[in-house]
């Protein structure tokens, strides 16, 4: 790295410095922690992005298919609602997933023409009739358990953080299925059929209770570090936080957040050590040569939709990892919280301000844009204060600019965006 990009990273660690000194340390951790899950996304963007050129704007699916792992694999089961209808519904999934694979057995088996097209909607419209005959008895006998506390089977009571590489899989292997599909498209297109796809994961959420309780939430996931609490009991750690002059219950809270940042940082360091390693192998060399060219490319003997589908599977699957760290870090699975403006808008922010292309470029724009996503809206609100001091109570401009407060994250982001595809349009640390 250049002295410049060193001091890039330095000035937003400055930032988060001053944030622990003017607003308390909790408040700073807690910046960094999202900062750097934030960057493990825009690293799994710049992949597929910066490295293949692939427009993928279906982000959100991914990083919620990365909550939900955490769900299945680290939440307790609850044995009532398994009692219930578990074997029902695991068996109506099953049918499901064999019809799909029937009708395209079907579909390859029967000769193209009008009688194909009958027998296809036939076939598609029995096994339908049948999923749904058996699934709907077996969800309402499980979401009618106590469905005030659970009303969904739960997970599998595993340890959470393997929940992380679960949640990669979980959405590496969705990110196949969609590519078999989608990336024989124009990238615009491409760009339409991730996000239909991914507000069709979002909507499953917040539908099917039996899976993760939709929109009443998951609460209470299992943590890889200490409680707050815990920390609060032992007497070694309240004598330690006396010795340093430090309040207990606020030394807790560093703690745990500081634990966080550890595993946090340790991921980190692999992925940003194995997409260094990828782009610059001999495929890195080769994706660049196809998102710069793709007709040469094939022309060389390159199987194009082959590296596509590799590149988008790994870039997904990064997301995904970070989907559940995130879910982990905030302690519940909430769907409605899978907005577009925050995971895929604010994403792809964090890519073009960093760099598109560069994978440190990439991790810069994670720190900086969630930093300025979090912290621009109580300045501005401090700011306005400060504008609107000398003007009467109920006076028009005055209200006007206290209201506009709430806007100052969508314009920041906006300006930002603008200023730097004007003046330095490949980032701040571009690709070479």
């Known amino acids: 790295m250049t002295i410049r990009n060193i001091a890039l990273f330095a000035a937003v660690g400055g930032l988060i410095i001053a944030t622990g000194v003017l607003q308390g340390w909790n408040t700073a951790l807690q910046i960094l922690n999202m900062g750097l899950v934030s960057a493990i996304m825009a690293l799994g963007v710049n992949l597929q992005w910066g490295l293949a050129g692939l427009l993928n704007v279906g982000v959100m699916g991914f990083v919620a298919l990365g909550g939900l792992a955490v769900v299945l694999l680290a939440m307790p089961p609850v044995a009532e609602a398994w009692a219930a209808g578990g074997p029902r519904l695991i068996f109506a999934l099953a049918v499901g997933v064999a019809a799909i694979a029937g009708g395209i057995a079907l579909y390859r088996r029967l000769p193209a023409g009008r009688a194909r097209a009958i027998g296809m909607v036939a076939f598609f419209l029995a096994a339908f009739l049948l999923f749904r005959g058996l699934l709907d008895p077996a969800t309402l006998a499980v979401e009618a358990v106590d469905p005030a506390a659970t009303g969904y089977l739960g997970g599998l009571g595993l340890p959470v953080l393997l929940a992380w590489p679960v949640g990669g899989a979980l ?79 606020t030394a807790s809270a560093i703690v745990v957040k500081l634990c966080y940042t550890a595993l946090i940082l340790i991921v980190l360091a692999v992925l940003i050590w194995l997409a260094e390693k990828a782009a610059h192998s001999p495929w890195g060399r080769m994706m660049r040569a196809i998102r710069d060219n793709e007709t040469a490319a094939r022309a060389m003997g390159k199987d194009v939709t082959a590296r596509h589908l590799q590149v988008f599977v790994l870039g997904s699957a990064v997301c995904g990892i ?42 810069l724009g994670g720190f900086l844009i969630w930093f300025l996503w979090v912290q621009v809206e109580p300045i501005g609100a401090a700011l306005m204060g400060v504008i609107t001091a000398p003007m009467a109570d109920g006076y028009w401009l005055k209200e006007h600019l206290i209201r506009s407060v709430a806007y100052m994250r969508l314009i920041t982001m906006g300006g930002l965006l603008l200023l730097v595809m004007r003046f330095n349009p490949r980032g701040l640390i571009p690709g070479k």
Do not use: C, H
């Open 171 to 249: 959405a590496a292997g969705a990110a196949w299925v969609i590519g078999k599909v989608a990336l024989g498209l124009r990238s615009d297109y491409l760009a339409i059929a991730t996000l239909g796809i991914a507000e069709i994961v979002i909507a499953v959420l917040k539908n099917e209770d039996w899976l993760a309780r939709g929109v009443k939430n998951v609460n209470g996931i299992p943590r890889p570090v200490p409680y707050e609490v815990d920390l609060q009991g032992s007497a070694a750690f309240i004598e330690t936080a006396a010795g340093l002059g430090a309040d207990p219950v």
């Open 322 to 363: 970070a989907g559940a760290m995130m879910t982990t870090l905030d302690g519940q699975l909430t769907p409605t919280s899978y907005q577009p403006l925050r995971f895929t808008f604010l994403i792809w922010v964090m890519v073009i301000v960093g760099g598109s292309g560069n994978n440190w470029g990439a991790i």
